[in-house]
């Protein structure tokens, strides 16, 4: 599924899954969007896989896909990836599929983390989103 095909997660009981959303003490580094686990997720830019990680110390079933290109870092986090490190990707080439986040978060809908980072800084990933066709 390309990033084109889908929505913005909004507003829930969970939070605001907008980039730099109150998350306690922090910010919200990213942008959610809604999709389902199972579903093939293509890179949202073409580049080369630089890493494949774990968003949470504590918890390694979930994972995340870093596709670079131009000095960028492109993360999508909630994947099971099907990538490996140093792999070329095309801007529509499945890089894993969505995972489901109730084991971790009861309840909460199913959606990847998508953030951007230049020079290790957050980046925010609204304008690239609305250049890709999706409402924010």
């Not at 959303?21 to 959610?32: K, L, M, T, V, Y």
């Not at 774990?54 to 896909?65: A, F, Q």
């Amino acid at each position: 599924m390309k990033f084109s095909e889908l929505e913005a997660r909004g507003s829930d009981g969970f939070g605001s899954g907008h980039f730099g959303a109150s998350r306690g003490g922090r910010s919200h580094s990213g942008f959610d969007l809604l999709c389902d686990a199972g579903v093939p997720l293509c890179s949202p830019v073409a580049g080369t896989v630089t890493k494949v990680g774990y968003p949470y110390g504590d918890d390694l079933s979930y994972r995340y896909v870093q596709v670079s290109a131009g000095g960028y870092d492109f993360r999508t986090f909630y994947i099971e990836p099907s990538v490996a490190v140093g792999d070329k990707v095309d801007k529509c080439s499945v890089i894993g599929t969505g995972q489901s986040l109730g084991k971790r978060y009861p309840g909460i809908p199913n959606h990847i983390h998508f953030e951007i980072k230049k020079a290790g800084k957050y980046v925010d990933p609204t304008p690239s989103l609305i250049a890709m066709g999706i409402e924010v």
